[in-house]
């Protein structure tokens, strides 16, 4: 198995959704986002939230950005991934995008914060888990207007049975993509090693990434959201777009009377 290296100097957030693997997913895994957006903002809607500042950590390559800036609302998105910072930049021209680490960058004070595709998940570097997840909850909670919001989805144990690997590929014009799924059980680690091969002239180049994501129990999730004072609801759909076996959707609420 051969790996494309680490430029010397790069950030953790170059090992993921490199160029090749950034532009395969805008063009073939915007499922996701898109029919999640009408559900979020109906939440929004719900909670009196018309407008104002939107933080959305692991913004990727600005589908859900660009429909929020639709909906006239302000958009700031962060990603470790230079490559998607690059795409979201000329989707969503008038949202700000920021690359950087979504468990140590500024959250501003805005009325709602979303992280959408289970981005959360995702261990960038070391030492990510549930103690930095919590302390995010927190930075969140502080972050928010009285009334805000805070929605985001995340992958649970049981993605993979027990003593399998699971194995797909898909493939569009111009690329191909193949997915190799692990899950290790006892440390609620999945593993997903991902080959691409994309069309430059006469024929393909290949590349590889590795991603491990950390997977949460809901009532752990909840427990921690919970000491962080927000008001807590879990589901598995979007509106009416039920997310994929094995996902729950957290909206947390900070209440009215609850200083920053």
Same mark, same amino acid.
């Given at each position: 198995? #051969?790996?494309?290296?680490?430029?010397?100097?790069?950030?953790?957030?170059?090992?993921?959704?490199?160029?090749?693997?950034?532009?395969?997913?805008?063009?073939?895994?915007?499922?996701?986002?898109?029919?999640?957006?009408?559900?979020?903002?109906?939440?929004?809607?719900?909670?009196?939230?018309?407008?104002?500042?939107?933080?959305?950590?692991?913004?990727?390559?600005?589908?859900?950005?660009?429909?929020?800036?639709?909906?006239?609302?302000?958009?700031?998105?962060?990603?470790?991934?230079?490559?998607?910072?690059?795409?979201?930049?000329?989707?969503?021209?008038?949202?700000?995008?920021?690359?950087?680490?979504?468990?140590?960058?500024?959250?501003?004070?805005?009325?709602?914060? #979303?992280?959408?595709?289970?981005?959360?998940?995702?261990?960038?570097?070391?030492?990510?888990?549930?103690?930095?997840? #919590?302390?995010?909850?927190?930075?969140?909670?502080?972050?928010?207007?009285?009334?805000?919001?805070?929605?985001?989805?995340?992958?649970?144990?049981? =993605?993979?049975?027990?003593?399998?690997?699971?194995?797909?590929?898909?493939?569009?014009?111009?690329?191909?993509?193949?997915?190799?799924? =692990?899950?290790?059980?006892?440390?609620?680690?999945?593993?997903?090693?991902?080959?691409?091969?994309?069309?430059?002239?006469?024929?393909?180049?290949?590349?590889?990434?590795?991603?491990?994501?950390?997977?949460?129990?809901?009532?752990?999730?909840?427990?921690?959201?919970?000491?962080?004072?927000?008001?807590?609801?879990?589901?598995?759909?979007?509106?009416?777009?039920?997310?994929?076996?094995?996902?729950?959707?957290?909206?947390?609420?900070?209440?009215?009377?609850?200083?920053?």
């Amino acid at each position: 198995m #051969t790996r494309s290296p680490k430029a010397a100097g790069s950030s953790d957030g170059d090992r993921f959704y490199k160029k090749d693997l950034a532009h395969i997913h805008d063009l073939g895994f915007s499922e996701y986002a898109v029919r999640s957006a009408p559900g979020i903002l109906g939440i929004f809607r719900r909670n009196g939230i018309n407008g104002g500042l939107v933080v959305d950590l692991g913004c990727g390559s600005g589908l859900w950005a660009a429909l929020l800036t639709g909906a006239k609302y302000r958009v700031i998105g962060i990603d470790a991934s230079p490559a998607m910072i690059r795409i979201a930049h000329g989707r969503a021209p008038a949202a700000e995008f920021r690359v950087g680490s979504l468990y140590r960058t500024v959250i501003p004070q805005c009325a709602a914060v #979303t992280s959408v595709g289970e981005c959360l998940n995702y261990a960038f570097a070391s030492g990510i888990g549930l103690t930095s997840l #919590t302390a995010l909850f927190h930075r969140v909670h502080k972050a928010l207007d009285p009334g805000g919001l805070f929605i985001f989805d995340l992958a649970t144990p049981g =993605q993979v049975p027990r003593s399998t690997t699971v194995k797909t590929f898909t493939e569009g014009n111009g690329w191909m993509v193949a997915v190799e799924k =692990q899950e290790d059980h006892r440390r609620a680690i999945l593993t997903r090693r991902i080959i691409t091969f994309t069309k430059r002239g006469k024929g393909y180049r290949r590349d590889e990434e590795l991603h491990r994501l950390r997977l949460y129990s809901t009532s752990e999730v909840v427990e921690r959201l919970e000491r962080a004072r927000f008001k807590v609801t879990t589901g598995h759909h979007y509106g009416t777009y039920r997310l994929p076996p094995a996902h729950v959707v957290f909206i947390a609420r900070k209440q009215a009377w609850n200083n920053r």
